[in-house]
């Protein structure tokens, strides 16, 4: 598609190839911008919520957040507009040296959707380096007999910007006995060297001051200066001459400070001054610098700051030997650094629940983790487990990224709180651990029916029973009562003659009775109950939870109707009183009760 624009600029052209590529790689979750460095605090990088097709609504109302891995966050997520925006001025020199190209990550958490979506940041260069030398003066000593076309390698300026923006290229200035040649480096880098152009005559020039400018390819172009100082000498015959043309050594990142790496030597055939060997570092990298140090006399290379593999795994130095004479040799030294298991595994929860109900379907994602272990190899892959008991497992997301989901539904009733706990474990010799602890309380939904305790219950209560007694406390086996959950009594007022059912010579009315059998029965949904209260019922005493007190004093006059049963209530007595039972065709009479004079 991007071809098939061949009227458009090379600059449209390119522009369309990356809002699809941006457009792809947002539909698998993976997000990439770019901006240039050194841009202020809350410069956009790019729309977001448009990328991602994220309405600014769900964005706020879902609680989105953008997560980075390092110390230092660099990007934010501007709530009203949804746009990337920097979070603080970025130098890409200081972040990426060495690195062609500067790419940053980050990662954007959709809480409410326990989502993750994968952000890189690809900064760009802007020149805002020149090319500098290490030394900004440079003596070398020189024989008189030296040879024209002798070549003598400089120290190279460095320009920590790239591409155009880095060092592009060398001037010599200042006498017309040397010139300057630039030599490409196995890297691409350019090696500048001091040629002599004229034979030195010592009576005639005894120095020679000589300017090095390295200019880099911005625009307008920076420029950087050193001052060559050639001293001529009588002659020298024998140069200084390493042992290896490269040294090579491995150290692990725990090595002590002080510590000797590695010792470079060069021996000279030549007697007095100009057999005297120094040793100098004539190439090294700016960070590198800070980490190493060269004896000038011995050679002796010794570590000034920690290691951390992390950090660099390697590094390269160009050290040079010279005699009085200004002769000289160059040797490689490479200093590879392996890595340790010092460091443990991070469990961060990006985002969790706090509570879940007891219906929520297998699946649901109840935590999102992020796992990480900044060693390599072995020491860096992470496995990560649950602990076992609970009903939840792993599934895996976003590179580092885990949900933690529920493998089954839960059962509140069973158990209402959760402690999950996450571990995670590397793969060094011995294994460092670390562990998290997921609290997740789980909400009650009505999904039980009351059940009674037992299937039988009975009650005797006399007459002269006093208002609060007990009267309840358990099943008896020997009930003369049995009622069905669909069996429902009626007053005493309510009974019809053609329904089917005795008429118990009782002490308490239907609602009483009701009220005991129903708040006997195990509340599992609730746990509460609300039975009971009113003048002539059984409630439900607060002191003894399902037992129950009388709260009115009971006429033993006042009869129950229990439609479709012939069952009787048991009097104070112990004695069934038959004489008001009824046959199947019902009793019309409303009651037996006598009348006081």
């Not at 112990?574 to 009651?591: I, T, Y």
Request: hydrophobic share 35%; aromatic share 6%; proline share 4%.
């Amino acid at each position: 598609m991007c071809a098939a624009g061949r009227r458009w600029g090379r600059r449209q052209r390119a522009l369309l190839c990356a809002v699809l590529l941006a457009a792809w790689e947002a539909a698998w979750g993976q997000l990439r911008y770019s901006v240039p460095e050194e841009m202020p605090k809350g410069s956009f990088v790019g729309d977001v919520a448009k990328d991602l097709g994220l309405q600014l609504p769900a964005l706020r109302d879902n609680g989105v957040r953008i997560i980075s891995e390092g110390r230092t966050q660099y990007f934010s997520l501007h709530g009203k507009t949804g746009h990337l925006v920097t979070a603080e001025r970025i130098d890409r020199e200081q972040l990426c040296e060495s690195v062609q190209q500067c790419v940053l990550r980050c990662e954007l958490i959709v809480e409410g959707e326990m989502h993750v979506y994968g952000i890189e940041v690809e900064i760009t260069d802007i020149n805002d380096n020149a090319p500098s030398f290490r030394e900004a003066e440079k003596e070398l000593r020189m024989s008189e007999t030296t040879a024209p076309g002798s070549r003598f390698p400089l120290a190279e300026a460095h320009d920590p910007d790239s591409g155009r923006n880095s060092l592009q290229r060398y001037e010599l200035s200042g006498d017309e006995h040397f010139s300057l040649a630039v030599q490409a480096g196995p890297g691409g880098d350019q090696r500048p060297e001091l040629v002599l152009a004229k034979a030195l005559d010592r009576e005639e020039a005894a120095f020679h001051e000589l300017v090095l400018r390295a200019s880099d390819g911005g625009d307008p172009a920076r420029t950087g200066s050193a001052r060559i100082r050639v001293t001529v000498v009588d002659a020298n015959d024998n140069a200084p001459v390493f042992s290896q043309a490269e040294y090579t050594v491995r150290v692990p990142e725990d090595v002590p400070l002080g510590s000797t790496l590695v010792t470079v030597t060069a021996t000279d055939a030549d007697e007095g001054l100009y057999g005297q060997v120094k040793y100098s570092i004539q190439k090294i990298t700016e960070k590198a610098s800070q980490i190493f140090q060269l004896d000038a006399d011995s050679g002796v290379i010794t570590l000034l700051r920690s290691l951390d593999f992390e950090e660099g795994n390697s590094y390269e130095l160009e050290v040079q030997a010279h005699d009085g004479g200004g002769f000289f040799d160059t040797a490689k030294v490479l200093v590879t650094v392996t890595d340790v298991n010092d460091n443990v595994p991070d469990i961060l929860i990006r985002s969790s629940l706090s509570e879940i109900s007891e219906d929520a379907p297998s699946g649901t994602v109840v935590a999102l983790l992020y796992v990480r272990d900044v060693d390599s190899g072995a020491n860096g892959e992470v496995r990560c487990t649950l602990d076992g008991g609970v009903p939840f497992r792993l599934e895996k997301s976003f590179e580092g990224y885990y949900r933690v989901v529920t493998a089954r539904e839960l059962d509140r009733e069973q158990v209402s709180e959760y402690n999950v706990t996450v571990r995670a474990a590397d793969g060094g010799s011995p294994a460092l651990q670390s562990s998290a602890v997921l609290a997740l309380r789980v909400l009650d939904v009505n999904d039980n029916a009351p059940v009674f305790l037992e299937e039988r219950y009975s009650a005797r209560v006399a007459e002269n029973n006093a208002a609060g007694a007990l009267v309840l406390t358990q099943a008896q086996p020997n009930t003369d009562w049995r009622f069905s959950q669909t069996q429902r009594p009626g007053t005493s007022g309510s009974q019809n003659g053609e329904e089917a059912g005795a008429w118990p010579n009782n002490q308490f009315d239907t609602e009483m009775l009701q009220a005991m059998i129903l708040a006997s029965a195990n509340e599992a949904a609730d746990g509460n109950s609300t039975l009971g209260g009113g003048n002539g019922t059984m409630g439900l005493s607060a002191r003894y939870g399902p037992q129950f007190t009388l709260q009115h004093v009971p006429d033993y006059r006042q009869n129950v109707y229990i439609p479709g049963s012939n069952a009787t209530l048991t009097n104070a007595a112990g004695k069934r009183d038959a004489k008001n039972a009824a046959p199947a065709g019902g009793n019309k009479k409303k009651s037996g009760k006598k009348e006081k004079k």
